[in-house]
């Protein structure tokens, strides 16, 4: 199991656990894994804090994740309030009472007080470009990868001159092409089964044609993973190693509300749905009310990224802070692998179950060669 990235990273095992929260990371990390933080919801300021906290609860390493599409509504415009101002001049009031009529007749209360959501995330160059520069200042920060699409030139060129990895993630073999040539250090192909943005191509026909194509980039293999068993298969495939996600979901470490992680565990792999509604780019999670209304023809049609959650902010606020009246209308970002996560189980737990049945299923392989 010990591939060539777990020398470079100086890991026991090649499993990589993508999180927004922090406790998952270090758990991960600190147990043989590898844990990467998810920057897109924090500010610069916020990320500097999770990451001092990281530093100091982490024995080995960890990566950040950032977001910057290769595609967005403003590209190319570095203000940050500039950008701001510009992107909410083009939302229609339509699109912004339709999420509060659909938050409202589901009986979602408003935010308490002058609680404010931040409209616009990490998911452009302008705001990730500022979370670089705070995860470089961190010296236990060891990779990075950047979500839906190849990163700047100048963001590859400034990471490995401090000699950290960065890699990206892709859903197609042109992607991982146009990431090869960009000179990323690895790449991580997901399936369509994946949680969180995801393309169209399932993981089985993906993963290896994105392994011979960019051969010899060491590929990650993600989307769908839950268990040894699939590592085995990534593994066999050509895959250096698997980059998951949803499973660190429902770990009793992680910070997903209670109402929120009782909908994953009950959920079945055909619950989930590919859907612009909250971010503007197919994104899979739980089918609900929300996810419905958006797809009728009478209703507004998503817009663009940032633009989309600039209008849908507030819902995720609402629906985080009463996670147990939104469930029918909330965000629960997911893949399909959440029909076998069925149980709470510590990060620790995860990886050695992981790891036994990875070596299982290779038993079970070696046990049919002619002179075991
Ligand atoms: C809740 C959630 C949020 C995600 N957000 C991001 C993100 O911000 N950046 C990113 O690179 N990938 C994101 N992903 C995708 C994961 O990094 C990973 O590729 C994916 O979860 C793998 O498939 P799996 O869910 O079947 O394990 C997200 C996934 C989930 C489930």
């Known amino acids: 199991m010990r591939t060539e990235i777990c020398k470079r990273l100086d890991i026991e095992f090649p499993i990589f656990a993508f999180s927004h929260c922090r406790d998952v990371v270090a758990a991960v990390s600190n147990s043989g894994g590898f844990g990467v933080l998810g920057a897109v919801g924090f500010s610069a300021e916020q990320l500097r804090v999770e990451l001092d906290w990281l530093d100091e609860h982490v024995s080995g390493g960890y990566g950040v994740?950032?977001?910057?599409?290769?595609?967005?509504?403003g590209m190319g415009e570095m203000d940050v309030?500039?950008?701001?101002?510009?992107?909410?001049?083009?939302?229609?009031?339509?699109?912004?009472?339709?999420?509060?009529?659909?938050?409202?007749e589901h009986g979602v209360p408003e935010l308490p007080g002058e609680e404010k959501p931040r409209e616009l995330l990490g998911w452009t160059e302008a705001t990730a470009g500022l979370q670089v520069e705070v995860a470089l200042e961190h010296p236990k920060v060891r990779a990075f990868a950047n979500a839906l699409g190849t990163p700047p030139a100048e963001v590859i060129?400034?990471?490995?001159?401090?000699?950290?990895?960065v890699g990206a993630l892709c859903g197609s073999v042109k992607q991982a092409l146009s990431h090869k040539t960009a000179g990323i250090d690895f790449i991580i192909a997901q399936g369509t089964e994946g949680g969180g943005h995801t393309g169209e191509i399932g993981s089985i026909v993906l993963w290896p044609e994105v392994i011979e194509a960019v051969s010899p980039v060491p590929v990650l293999a993600a989307g769908g993973i839950g268990s040894g068993k699939q590592m085995a298969a990534a593994m066999a495939l050509g895959a250096q190693g698997v980059w998951t996600g949803s499973i660190w979901l429902t770990v009793s470490e992680a910070d997903t509300p209670p109402a929120q992680k009782e909908s994953y565990l009950k959920a079945s792999s055909r619950d989930t749905v590919r859907s612009r509604s909250w971010t503007g780019k197919p994104c899979r999670m739980l089918r609900n009310d929300w996810t419905d209304a958006w797809e009728k023809p009478e209703n507004p049609k998503p817009l663009g990224m940032p633009l989309q959650f600039m209008v849908t902010a507030e819902a995720v606020s609402r629906g985080h802070h009463y996670a147990d009246k939104a469930q029918a209308v909330g965000f629960n970002p997911v893949g399909q692998i959440v029909g076998r996560m069925n149980e709470i189980r510590s990060a620790r737990r995860v990886i050695e179950d992981m790891v036994r049945d990875y070596i299982d299923a290779t038993d079970r392989l070696q046990a049919l060669m002619p002179d075991a």
């Open 65 to 73: 994740d950032i977001v910057i599409p290769g595609k967005y509504v």
């Open 157 to 165: 060129a400034e990471i490995q001159a401090t000699g950290r990895l």
């Open 81 to 104: 309030e500039k950008l701001q101002a510009m992107l909410a001049a083009q939302i229609p009031a339509e699109h912004r009472s339709f999420a509060k009529q659909l938050l409202s």
